[in-house]
């Protein structure tokens, strides 16, 4: 069982950045893939970038290359996410997760999932 609770969401102009953070707790963090997830209304929750158990490997989708990093620190047992050149389209609420499985854009491969942080970008 893995607890995350994510952070750092907000209101931000277009071009902007922010810095998502997702804290994990009750469970063994480095054994997990984790990733980030977003969902806004009438859409389904889409996946954004996932990385690897050591960090080393990363996975992401096509509309956040180049603008959004995927870090995380296993000593903190937390995953980030910077997001840079925001737009309109990247308002939506972000969901951190975790898994065993890598290079999967599926949210049922996941097993664990925070609450979420919204994130709104003004035009």
């Known amino acids: 069982q893995v607890t995350l609770v994510e952070s750092g969401g907000g209101l931000v102009q277009a071009g902007g950045s922010l810095r998502l953070s997702c804290v994990a707790s009750n469970g063994n963090f480095r054994q997990y893939v984790v990733g980030w997830f977003r969902q806004s209304p009438e859409k389904e929750r889409e996946f954004v970038m996932s990385?690897?158990?050591?960090?080393?490997?990363?996975y992401s989708a096509d509309s956040v290359k180049g603008r959004f990093t995927i870090l995380r620190d296993n000593a903190k047992m937390t995953l980030y996410l910077q997001m840079n050149n925001l737009t309109s389209e990247d308002t939506a609420v972000y969901y951190c997760?975790?898994?065993?499985?890598?290079?999967?854009?599926?949210?049922?491969?996941?097993?664990?999932w925070g609450q979420g942080t919204q994130v709104t970008v003004s035009s």
């Open positions: 990385v690897t158990e050591s960090g080393n490997y990363r």
């Open positions: 997760a975790a898994g065993k499985k890598f290079g999967t854009r599926s949210v049922g491969d996941y097993d664990y």
